[in-house]
């Protein structure tokens, strides 16, 4: 019974992402573990989507995140994989009255490389790629307007990483910041007096948009798994007219990481190459 549920939660986590970047190492000296993180998220955020209303909303957030990440076995250079799903709920900041709800799905692609600065700190630094999808959607009585939006982007990525012990606990504390430079990006438009207008594709960087993602984690080390405890922040920013949208959010981080899913029969008489810990 307990293999065949293992067998069923891999089996889900496999199909959440594009595995096709991870080779398998069964015939190799070398063995790179697939590192994953499953987060919970909780917090708040705000936004305004001007073709919407002119006022803030704020409210509760929540946000499902998975982590994989593995190293090259030929080089430094590690591969991240993030899936995000956020739901957003919140009344107008002035009054709290009103309605507004934001929905966001994101995935993300990184490589990097890195540096030992010491045995126990090392810094990561490279480039992601990530593809955003959303509804923001207010509700007033029977009319109840709505924008698509979807966003794709290029920019830096980079992580400090840390192991110290707390006691006899080892812990590996986590600072990732991500910072996109060039996007493409649009919106459909369904109003309160407009069946629906397509916004077209804009292209632009800093100067129409900014986007940010902040995440610092510390993952508590119990054998081979980790408890992960933290704080992730989103800012995304359209500020082309009439495409003038805002939102930051700010969520507490609960989860579990490690080695969930092995590719390899056997471990022994191998190199391990991890792509986070160092173990």
Not at 15 to 31: E, G, I, Q, R
Not at 214 to 239: C, E, K, V
Request: aromatic residues 16%; contains cysteine; positive net charge.
């Amino acid at each position: 019974m307990k293999r065949s549920f293992k067998k069923l939660v891999s089996g889900a986590l496999l199909l959440t992402l594009p595995m096709v970047t991870f080779a398998k190492s069964d015939n190799d000296s070398t063995y790179c573990p697939l590192f994953t993180a499953v987060e919970l998220n909780l917090g708040g955020a705000a936004w305004i989507e001007k073709p919407l209303s002119y006022f803030t909303f704020d409210g509760p957030s929540f946000s499902i995140n998975v982590e994989m990440m593995r190293a090259s076995k030929e080089s430094k250079w590690v591969r991240q994989h993030q899936l995000r799903y956020s739901y957003n709920t919140g009344d107008m900041a002035i009054s709290g009255k009103g309605g507004s709800n934001v929905q966001l799905g994101n995935y993300t692609f990184g490589m990097m490389t890195y540096s030992k600065v010491t045995p126990d700190f090392r810094l990561y630094y490279g480039y992601d790629i990530n593809v955003m999808g959303g509804i923001v959607k207010n509700a007033h009585g029977g009319n109840n307007p709505l924008t698509i939006k979807s966003d794709i982007s290029a920019g830096f990525t980079g992580m400090a990483v840390y192991d110290f012990n707390l006691g006899n606990l080892p812990v590996t504390a986590r600072y990732q910041m991500a910072l996109p430079v060039f996007s493409a990006f649009s919106q459909l438009d369904q109003g309160y007096f407009t069946k629906g207008i397509f916004d077209g594709f804009r292209v632009g960087s800093w100067g129409s948009r900014f986007n940010m993602r902040n995440r610092l984690h510390f993952d508590l080390h119990f054998d081979s798994w980790a408890l992960r405890l933290g704080y992730n922040n989103d800012i995304l920013t359209y500020y082309a007219t009439p495409n003038h949208f805002q939102y930051v959010s700010h969520h507490f981080v609960v989860g579990f990481t490690g080695d969930l899913i092995s590719w390899s029969k056997s471990k022994k008489n191998k190199n391990i190459k991890t792509a986070l810990y160092n173990y």
